[in-house]
């Protein structure tokens, strides 16, 4: 219980939260699809940022903290590929109760379809 205490009040970095291992998926969708239906599903919790000069988008699941600073639960990335779109998920131990990893792991699945 301490440890869910703990990370639900510290939060996870960007640091933190890109050293973590990524789940991967790979869909033939365009990115642009993949990211507007996630965006849709997760609503108001995440947070897009495109860049274009990358060829990527993030979609960034967390809260700012009343010091300003962005704590994530979630992070996704999305790269364009020349058939398709690479999906990593990496997930952190905050505490985040709007939405659970396995929820999060189905709403990629269903935005990341695989034919």
């Known amino acids: 219980m301490a440890a ?7 939060g996870t970095s960007e640091k933190d939260i ?3 291992a990524p789940m991967r998926l790979f ?4 990115m642009g699809e993949v990211a507007k239906c996630l965006r849709n599903n997760l ?8 860049y274009p000069a990358k060829s ?7 809260q700012t903290t009343s010091g300003g600073e962005y704590q994530y639960a979630y992070l ?4 364009a590929k020349p058939d ?13 109760p709007q939405l659970t990893p396995t929820e999060l792991e189905a709403e990629a699945k269903a935005c990341a379809p695989r034919s």
């Open 56 to 62: 990527q988008t993030e979609i960034r699941i967390g």
């Open 84 to 96: 398709g779109t690479a999906l990593e998920l990496r997930k952190s131990d905050t505490w985040f």
């Open 43 to 50: 609503g108001d919790d995440a947070a897009v940022v495109n």
């Open 4 to 10: 869910m205490v703990a990370g639900c009040a510290t």
């Open 27 to 30: 869909t033939p969708a365009k």
């Open 76 to 79: 996704i990335s999305l790269t």
């Open 18 to 20: 890109r050293a973590r």
